[in-house]
């Protein structure tokens, strides 16, 4: 009887420590699927720091982005000399969550001071009001491409999302070299994948139905939904993070996938036999801006200004090679390194150019749509 | 006549103030002294109140208040057959892996119960040691394994027992095999801790009066350790059609599931009217499902 009363007793407590510990483990759950485990220990020590030290709270930084090899970049090229330059610490979060910011603002409670967001993002985040105007008197806008500058936020880098295969399921020269040949299904009975966010996966949809590159605006949605269905079922995965695509090349899981170029480069050097077509790929624009809300808007910006300038761009784009938007930073980039950019001369007539203006009035519409296709049999 | 009554009006006051003296303080008039030990649920029902009542009454604000009263966004869910698909498919997949739970964790709850104290020990350490490792971690070691260049396909390819690789992931069968992994230990502890309460007299007595082993077991056992059988079927069932991070990593976007929904009407889409009123049918269901097992058994004696 005894006995019988203990292991009851060992029991409760166990199923009860049992209970606590797979609470914590949902909480991280919920995180996000890119790097729930950093982000949360980052923001965790945020929390801890701004306790202790309340007075030294200007004297750091919230900077958000994309987590993985580009954030890498970021921190060599750009958040290391910073912090020397100006005595400041910078606490790292990723990935930027829409959702989340908009909590803190609703909230009333920013703990983010910058940054790096989808393009298309900045006039969403304008109307829902979540976004600071940028004071041009710190940021010097002289020698940034106009095209990825407006009133809230400056261009971060550009990126492509181009055509990825894994060499040793398809061959480098019979692979797929525009997205025609990528929808082909007899040719390359291949499983796929995409990106899980309709840009550019509609402007995909429509080069691959034929739409020539400089005639996509204004997007024909349907069209671009019928297209979507013939390559539907081809489609084993929709990305979310860019390092969950790279993982599904280097896998096989899919050989073939529209895929950010950096990822495969990046995964590339490590080792994995994934390639990148430079042939039709979409050239977008990463953008520091800075939420609403912020203490420490003075240091944002000065940080924007610093992360702008061209030594810090030089030197980001030598790392990882997406070009950037200060043409300043080019005088001081050898050749080799202009070369592998997603900007460089001889990339860009292959490459087709977003509208972010066409976004900006149809995202929240055709994403409606577009998630609900997603998940329609 | 006016005179007495005055007196008594008196008597009455004085007696009021006697006794206010002893009257109880208000805490004590709604029952909370000491003595009852509902005391000490005093701070838990605090804490429910402040962080679980006001965000829930937050989100069902939302989910009907959009600068005006309005019933759109349940009208939205309940008028567009992808939204009821996609709740349907939520409660099958539940369904499917409390049934493969049961199924899987029965036999293991039985072996314990009847298990020498060592083996006992073992076996429990066994459940417990996964249970206690991240979900995440353990999700993805199940994309490694499930994967079509994972080890499981590569094993039985190997062995000649497939020709092809077989598909187990970006589909239901990799979310039902993820899902049950994480909530098996529920079921099987909910079901051990009933069945070790069962008297093993009443086995004895059964064989004693003829019954063969499998009657035993389907007359007597079997019957016995039911509250938990319901118990480990609701809990699994509940936590299972709340899942998130298992259908978003081994599930297609065709194996959707409502938590899913949520997530991108919060995060992608910035639609928290929309969200809130999917959550709430959520909890609808999950409340309408224990009120209707409360019909049919108690619910103090499940837990």
Known sequence: ?377 | MEKSMNIAVKENSMSNKVQRVFEPRWTERIGITLSNPGTLLVLPVIFIAVFLGYPLLNIFIQSIYNGHLTSEYYVRFFSEGLYIRVLLLTLKIGAIVTLTCLVLGYPVAYTMTFASKRAKGLILIAILIPFWTSLLVRTYAWMVLLQTQGVVNQMLLKLGIIHEPIKMIYNTTGVVIGMTHVLLPYMILCLYSVMQGIDKNLLSAGSNLGARPFQVFSRVFLPLSFPGIMSGSMLVFIMGIGYFITPSLLGGQKDSMISQLIQIQVGDLLNWGFASAISFVLLAVTLLLLMLSRRFLRLDKLW
């Open chain 1, 1 to 377: 009887m005894k006995l019988k009363n203990i292991m009851m007793r060992t029991m409760v407590a166990v199923t009860l420590i049992s209970f606590l510990l797979t609470g914590c483990g949902q909480k991280t759950e919920s995180a996000s699927t890119a790097a729930p485990a950093e982000q949360k220990t980052s923001e965790t020590k945020k929390e801890e720091t701004k306790k202790e030290e309340p007075k030294k709270a200007d004297k750091e930084l919230v900077v958000v982005s994309w987590g993985g090899a580009i954030q890498d970049a970021q921190r060599t090229a750009i958040f290391k000399p910073f912090e020397e330059k100006f005595g400041v610490k910078i606490k790292e979060v990723s990935p930027p969550d829409y959702g989340k910011l908009k909590a803190m603002v609703a909230a009333g409670k920013t703990e983010w001071d910058v940054m790096d967001l989808d393009a298309d993002f900045v006039p969403r985040g304008i109307k829902e009001n979540l976004l600071e105007p940028l004071d041009f008197n710190i940021i010097d806008k002289t020698d940034l491409d106009p095209m990825s500058t407006n009133d809230y936020s400056v261009g971060a880098e550009y990126y492509t999302t181009g055509i990825a295969y894994n060499s040793e399921v398809v061959k480098t020269g019979s692979h797929p070299k525009n997205w025609a040949e990528f929808w082909d299904t007899s040719k390359f009975p291949q499983a796929r994948t995409l990106q899980k966010w309709p840009v550019p996966t509609l402007e995909i949809a429509l080069l691959a139905d034929g739409v020539a590159p400089d005639k996509l605006y204004p997007l024909d949605v349907d069209r671009a939904f019928k297209s979507l269905d013939k390559i539907k079922k081809n489609v084993k995965a929709w990305w979310a993070t860019g390092a969950q695509s790279a993982q599904l090349l280097t896998d096989k899981e899919t050989p073939l996938g529209g895929v950010w170029s950096g990822r495969i480069i990046a995964a590339k050097k490590q080792g994995a036999q994934v390639e990148i077509e430079v042939n039709q790929s979409v050239l977008l624009v990463d953008s520091w801006a800075v939420p609403k809300g912020t203490t420490r808007k003075e240091l944002a910006m000065k940080f924007i200004a610093f992360a702008t300038s061209p030594q810090p761009q030089a030197d980001f784009a030598k790392a990882y090679p997406y070009g950037v938007p200060n043409k300043k930073a080019y005088d001081l980039m050898d050749e080799a390194t202009k070369a592998t950019l997603s900007t460089s001369p001889e990339k860009r007539p292959l490459q087709v150019s977003i509208d972010v203006n066409w976004w900006a009035e149809n995202f929240d519409k055709v994403n409606e749509r577009f998630q609900k296709w997603l998940i329609e049999q």
